[in-house]
């Protein structure tokens, strides 16, 4: 008897994550959405992961609007997913328990149906109170393990035992769960692993438990990896259709439907129409630019796993920022991050952790520069890893960031959301909703809130595209110019009465931008001081201003990159006396930020 293995159709979270970074305008899919329904398919992936913050950071459009629309689309029967990633759910950093509770809320009121919870470290106290937020909000829980192949030379975890154990850990917390996944988002697992690690699985649960696989084409071994998978016991597997198929997307749904010829399994699906489903998902797309590193095979990753997901949004900014040609030392120094690091599995946001510490190590200096999330990765403000980092590692981070290593449940430290949330919209005479107190919740960073950006009117749209492009997308997408030099500053000495004051008057308006009471006998002095970049990026935040008075170490500027913030900081105390760059500029490395005198 042939058994029907299931399908989930992410072309329109993975898909458009995979191939654009997520930059995707929802009235540009949605008759691509109703053409998949009218072809069959009737469980779909709508959103979550990266693509959430992307529709605010990049598209200027509200995640929660598109959904509604998405609901609409596909019609009330359509089962429609989202990604959440355990603590940090759809958010830049984790979350504390009230907003992980609202997470799932409105992700229930917006027309989702199930939710795929994973926590990338593999960490299953990540995933306990997720959980039982999904299931409390009538939700789908699909639980997670995560897979990768680790480089080459590195063992102790990601292997079938390691994730049998995990398994069992999740069964012995009690966390409420329809269905397993087993998800490998750099698509680089050994076939003969995946199966080993599936058969026992199902040898552990019984025939009644719902098994997935979820992988991408980017290794070039997806499909393999998936006929394993079947072969040992899954129900269903991710798929993608023409043209955010392969690559470092899911594998092709018409090519697994072919590849499953002959066996005792099979695909139920209407191949003309899915052909003309994807004719019309095609048609939709046309004006999109497809990087190309995302319609082929990337055999680099399997010695440095890189999620497809992950893979072109970095690309993506990089080409924003003018470093691309730095991507395959990046991908390379990447292996050494996680051999040090402690075997996270390479998924948002330990992928991004993975590649920003690599992006320093190339740009900085190797180890100059620990980053944020990699640091505090190491330091175990997350959770635990598979196996405890480098020391060497862990010591350099607790030097640079100033933090102890931490073992306790990343949930205890985090201070209600809510309230904070409410706080801000309040101050800023924004509308208190529950989507509103969820956007400031998830998009604050450690220099300000997307968030609070996107409410206030701040709505850039950012999708590349080779045609058509709206007036907003043009300048978005124009390279970036040079910021007109500031107004400089002259410098008088002035006695009054018998005290002799230093006095900085900004050469342009005439107004007094400082005075500091001098010394007997002393000479003024304007040594310049030069503020440089000391890696590129794009300028988030500019916190001072021409005239003003700044001490050491005090952040000038905020400068991101591959979704990190770095700050520029006064190297001396000093007062500016020029500011040689705007917000949204693009710099490189080296470039000059300010002038101190």
């Known amino acids: 008897m042939m058994k029907k293995i299931s399908f989930m159709d992410t072309s329109f979270r993975d898909g458009f994550q995979s191939v654009f970074g997520a930059r995707v305008l929802t009235d540009d899919f949605l008759p691509a959405v109703e053409a998949a329904v009218h072809a069959g398919i009737n469980y779909l992936e709508a959103g979550g992961g990266a693509r ?61 149906t199930h939710i795929r919870n994973f926590d990338a470290l593999n960490d299953v106290r990540n995933l306990v109170y997720s959980g039982q937020c999904i299931k409390n909000a009538g939700l789908h829980h699909q639980v997670v393990v995560t897979m990768m192949e680790l480089p080459p ?112 399994y099979t695909i139920d699906i209407d191949v003309n129409r899915i052909l003309e489903a994807n004719r019309v998902q095609q048609e939709c797309l046309k004006d999109y630019f497809f990087p190309p590193e995302a319609q082929k095979i990337s055999s680099e990753v399997i010695l440095s796993p890189m999620p497809g997901g992950a893979l072109t949004a970095n690309t993506m900014m990089m080409r924003d920022t003018g470093t691309l040609h730095l991507y395959s030392k990046v991908i390379e120094a990447m292996s050494e991050c996680i051999a040090r690091g402690g075997f996270g599995t390479s998924v948002t946001p330990v992928s991004q952790f993975y590649f920003q510490q690599a992006y320093a190590n190339v740009t900085q200096g190797p180890w ?66 529950d989507e509103n107190i ?20 701040d709505r850039p749209v950012n999708c590349r595209k080779i045609t058509g492009k709206t007036e907003a997308e043009k300048k978005a997408t124009q390279p970036p110019q040079s910021a007109p030099k500031a107004a400089g500053l002259s410098q008088y000495k002035v006695t009054v009465d018998g005290t002799v004051y230093q006095v900085m008057v900004e050469d342009e308006t005439g107004e007094v931008a400082a005075v500091r009471a001098m010394k007997a006998g002393e000479t003024p002095k304007r040594p310049q001081i030069e503020v440089k970049t000391q890696l590129p990026g794009n300028v988030y935040e500019i916190l001072c201003a021409v005239g003003d008075t700044v001490k050491k170490g005090e952040t000038l500027v905020i400068l991101e990159a591959m979704k990190m913030e770095t700050p520029v900081v006064a190297p001396d105390d000093g007062i500016i006396e020029s500011l040689e760059v705007t917000k949204g500029q693009t710099v490189q490395s080296g470039q000059l930020i300010a002038v101190l005198v």
Not at 74 to 86: F, I, M, S, V
């Open 52 to 112: 959430f913050q992307s529709l605010f950071m990049y598209c200027g459009e509200s995640a929660f609007d598109m959904k509604d629309r998405f609901r609409e689309a596909a019609g009330p029967g359509a089962q429609l997913q989202t990604l959440a990633r355990g603590i940090n759910v759809v958010a830049l950093s984790a979350q504390p328990r009230d907003m992980i509770d609202l997470h799932a809320k409105m992700f229930k009121k917006h027309g989702i």
């Open 153 to 264: 030379g590195c063992s102790g975890a990601h292997d079938p035992a390691f994730y049998l154990k995990t398994l069992k850990e999740i069964l012995d917390s009690g966390v409420p769960y329809d269905s397993i996944c087993f998800k490998d988002a750099s698509g680089t697992s050994n076939p003969n692993k995946v199966y080993e690690t599936i058969k026992a699985v199902r040898k552990l649960l019984g025939d009644n438990t719902l098994i997935w696989m979820h992988t991408h084409e980017t290794a070039g071994i997806g499909i393999a990896q998936y006929k394993a998978a079947i072969e040992g016991g899954c129900d269903g597997v991710c798929l993608a259709r023409a043209p955010l198929s392969g690559g470092t997307c899911q594998p092709d749904l018409l090519s697994m439907w072919h590849a499953l010829k002959g066996t005792q």
């Open 368 to 433: 100059k520069k620990i980053t944020d999330g990699y640091g505090k990765m190491v330091l175990g403000y997350f959770g635990r890893t598979p196996v405890k980092p480098d020391p060497e590692i862990v010591k350099i981070a607790e030097k640079q960031m100033g933090m102890p290593v931490f073992d306790g449940d990343p949930l205890d430290v985090l201070e209600p959301g809510i309230p904070k949330a409410v706080k801000i919209l309040e101050k800023e005479r924004l509308p208190v909703t």
């Open 438 to 457: 969820f956007i400031i919740g998830a998009l604050a960073t450690p220099g300000g809130n997307k968030g609070l950006d996107f409410l206030k009117g």
